[in-house]
């Protein structure tokens, strides 16, 4: 026993060693594996302030040095005091400072893997929130697609075989294809004029998209005809769109110093009337290039205001369709992948600027291509020197400029380069954290530092760098683990974003205030969906309604900053910068008419919700995609594009009280699973991708036909909610949702109404007459209609079977799913 008392515990401690966790770890009070840093700082973005307190008393200087680490601020880089009590700072406080309300809750919102598609134009990883991501996440999303995307190209084949023919605009792409041939095919219910009206109406929308694209793709030679062809009047651009460009856009791009910007453009003008060419050497070209594009964004703020039939301006006369192709051909002449001008870097940030808020959908369906072009512009900055030392040190730049320079050291000094780096950091800044919020991709600029120089000749960019930190660790907490992604830490500092945003905003612009909390609430929409998909996967029925029923209310919140901007009766939003606003309006509608079918199919999990309650649903999908594409269909490609598709959603869902979609649909890929496992059917979208639609295909054989409920092997087998007793009361908030449920446009046009509805008269017939065959036998059926829609045969007409019961079955199935004047007739 003595010779245990000679060997106290002391001596470990006197030896420094770690304990048992870290400083992080200890306040979350979670296991801690003891490493430099720990796997959960690494896992939760904490490693900066991952760390281990000795037990013996520490000297001041550790103290002092342990607070730094807590903080994760190094305060010999800071340039001026900061006020620690201001509301301002929170965001820029270190993870390890905020208090976690509860215990964290870890979700996977990659539960499906990362999603790649691989094109014959071009290769894309979809980021985690865009709106395909989220239909490869939900199963529910998946489904509906897959069974939308075989409805489709049956259809299109059966009127091809009865003689539709293809009228299609060259111009456009061949996912357009649908969209003709099922607009060709005219209105059997309508008057012969009512039809030809829409028929116009129609052709025009075609028209229009199809020349953006045909201007896109123009190519130029080195002549310089085209040249006078399409530059603006000197007194026409000089005294009256460069000032309407500066007093009403020039805010929410602060990228020039305007007399600077306002020389430049001068000199443009003095060369081509004294030469009559340009001069690619001193980068005439360039500023060209920026005539064209502040002349095309001065009259898309003009056409897109609620202002512009009352405005008389030779601006909205001006043909500036070749302005873009002609900015690409110039911009990406001259060597700009190998090395960059300030002027050169200004008109690629105008450029991207255009694509954001331009209706030919220049960033694409799901703003990819912003990233490649986002990506040239950030690699120019950090080429130029443009970066955060623009803000936190531009006292320590020095500028060598030389006398051939462009803008030249007689114009533009030291000093006037220091504010624009300022300027133009600060605004590629708020871009990239800008996308992360709309579709979950990760940053490209992987740097942040505190910041709360706020001053009130800085730009609305500049001020709100104080958010940057914050902004950057919630997209590091979402893109460094997407399998592990601790969601009550991220809701906690979206939180704090909002709060922190909500005490700067009071004397900001009102249109980019009003862009940047659209944001936030569309990053946070992404969010619940993704979380609640993670329950539902995981069975947790509690957690799962919850979230479901937070996400409605999101829904139902978002729906109502429409309706206020749609109507907006008192005036609060500016009409000449409606062109730039109206682009994450649309980003956030698109989302809704993406989550409302997932919501509406899934109400079958609620024990008190029936078919009127789905109804209601039903008919706010309706309203609110009635009121979205017919203001911004007319105008946007994107939107027009996408109509086509949110139509079939919704009369896919619009079913009678005995026809529930969800059974339809499940039955629809049961059967097609079992085409493509014979091989019969052979795409790349098919049903063999999902899945849970394979193991309900097991557990359906396993029960006899008499007892096969497929909505309950569905429940209770293939995605479970356990303990569904606790999913029961669900709110509709149905006194918000009453503007969406009337007819909004009983004296005017309805363009989602109109498009693709009553249009397959032909394929009606054919479905009509192959339904009156089957009472006699299944080998009567017409060729067309059994090879397309396909449950009895591989290609051929056969009049024998196997199982003729099983393939009779099918075919009513079919027959019910593509029910004439009813499913059908409405593509």
């Known amino acids: ?37 720990c796997t959960n700082c690494i896992r939760l973005g904490d490693q900066d302030s991952c760390c281990y307190i000795q037990q013996h008393s520490a000297t001041n200087e550790n103290e002092e040095m342990t607070k730094k680490q807590k903080k994760g601020i190094n305060i010999a880089s800071r340039n001026k005091k900061k006020d620690r009590n201001d509301i301002i700072s929170q965001p820029l406080i270190h ?3 905020m208090n976690i309300v509860g215990p964290s809750t870890i979700i996977n919102v990659i539960p499906n893997g990362f ?54 605009n060259s111009s456009l792409p061949q996912s357009f294809t649908p969209l003709s041939i099922f607009d060709a095919d005219g209105d059997p219910l309508s008057s012969e004029s009512a039809f030809r009206q829409l028929e116009l109406i129609h052709k025009s929308l075609f028209d229009k998209f199809g020349s953006y694209r045909k201007y896109d793709a123009l190519v130029y030679n080195d002549d310089d005809a085209f040249i006078a062809e399409n530059l603006p009047p000197r007194n026409l651009f000089l005294d009256e769109i460069l000032p309407y460009f500066e007093t009403r856009i020039l805010e929410l791009i602060p990228i020039f110093d305007m007399p600077l910007l306002r020389h430049e453009l001068k000199a443009l003008y003095d060369t081509w009337e004294q030469k009559g060419q340009l001069c690619y050497k001193t980068f005439d070209h360039v500023v060209y290039s920026m005539v064209l594009l502040i002349t095309k964004i001065s009259q898309l703020s003009m056409n897109l205001s609620k202002l512009s039939a009352k405005i008389q301006f030779p601006l909205r006369d001006l043909n500036t369709g070749k302005y873009i192709s002609i900015v690409n051909h110039f911009l990406f002449k001259m060597k700009s992948l190998r090395k960059c001008t300030l002027l050169q870097l200004q008109c690629l940030i105008l450029l991207r600027f255009y694509y954001w808020c331009g209706p030919e959908d220049g960033d694409g369906a799901e703003l990819q291509h912003s990233r490649i072009l986002s990506g040239t512009i950030i690699a120019s900055c950090k080429e130029m020197g443009i970066n955060w030392n623009s803000i936190l040190h531009p006292n320590e730049y020095y500028y060598e400029i030389h006398a051939a320079s462009r803008p030249s050291s007689s114009v533009m000094n030291a000093k006037d380069y220091k504010r624009v780096y ?29 910041y709360d120089d706020i001053n009130e000749d ?19 907490m979402l893109n460094n683990f997407p399998t592990s992604v601790d969601v009550t830490l991220l809701y906690e500092r979206l939180a704090t974003a909002k709060c922190c945003f909500s005490k700067i905003k009071t004397k900001l612009n009102k249109t980019l205030n009003f862009e940047y909390e659209v944001l936030l609430d569309v990053f946070e929409l992404c969010l619940v969906h993704a979380e609640m998909v993670h329950y539902e996967y995981k069975s947790d029925a509690a957690k799962f309604a919850a979230t479901f029923q937070n996400l409605w209310a999101h829904v139902v919140r978002f729906s109502q900053v429409f309706m206020a901007y749609f109507n907006d009766e008192g005036q609060k939003f500016d009409s000449f910068t409606r062109f730039y606003s109206n682009k994450v309006i649309v980003v956030a509608a698109n989302k809704i008419c993406v989550l409302v079918p997932a919501i509406i199919l899934r109400l079958h999990r609620f024990s008190s919700v029936g078919f009127p309650e789905a109804d209601v649903l039903v008919k706010f999908l309706f309203g609110f995609s009635s009121i979205y594409f017919t203001e911004f269909g007319f105008d946007y490609y994107s939107c027009f594009k996408k109509m086509f598709t949110a139509k079939i959603t919704y009369k896919i869902l619009n079913r009678p009280p005995d026809k529930n979609p969800w059974v339809m649909i499940l039955e629809f890929l049961l059967h097609e699973l079992k085409r493509e496992l014979k091989g019969k059917v052979v795409d790349e979208k098919g049903v063999k991708n999902i899945s849970l639609i394979a193991k309900l295909r097991e557990a359906v054989n396993k029960v006899s036909r008499k007892e096969r409920d497929i909505l309950k092997i569905w429940n209770d087998e293939v995605f479970p909610i356990i303990n569904n007793n606790e999913v029961k009361e669900f709110d509709l908030y149905v006194e918000q949702l009453e503007p969406f449920l009337v007819d909004l446009f009983s004296s005017s046009f309805n363009l989602f109404a109109s498009f693709y ?39 051929e007409v056969s009049t024998t079977s196997s199982n003729p019961d099983n393939e009779l079955a099918n075919f009513e199935l079919i027959q019910d799913l593509f029910e004439p004047f009813d499913f059908v007739s409405f593509f």
């Open 95 to 97: 993870d390890s400072q």
């Open 1 to 37: 026993m003595s010779g245990q008392r000679i060997q106290p515990v002391q001596p470990i401690k006197r030896r420094k060693r770690l304990t048992i966790v870290c400083t992080n770890c200890k306040r979350r009070k979670s296991k801690c594996d003891r490493k430099q840093p």
């Open 115 to 168: 999603l790649i598609s691989v094109k014959r134009s071009a290769a894309t990883e979809y980021s985690l929130f865009t709106d395909v991501s989220m239909e490869h996440r939900d199963p529910y999303l998946k489904s509906l697609i897959t069974f939308r995307h075989i409805a489709i190209g049956m259809t299109v084949k059966n009127l091809k075989a009865n003689g539709v023919h293809l009228n299609r």
């Open 458 to 476: 800085a730009t609305w960019h500049e001020k709100v760098v104080v958010l940057d930190q914050i902004l950057k660790s919630i997209c590091e």
């Open 757 to 795: 509805d009553n249009a397959s008269s032909k394929l009606v017939d054919g479905a009509e007459k192959a339904k009156c065959d089957t009472s006699q036998t299944l080998g009567n059926i017409p060729a067309p209609v059994t090879e397309d829609l396909g449950p009895m045969s591989t290609g």
């Open 422 to 450: 300022r300027m133009i950091w600060s605004y590629i800044l708020f871009w990239d954290r800008k996308l992360c919020l709309i579709s979950g991709q990760e940053c490209v600029i992987g740097k942040s530092f505190p």
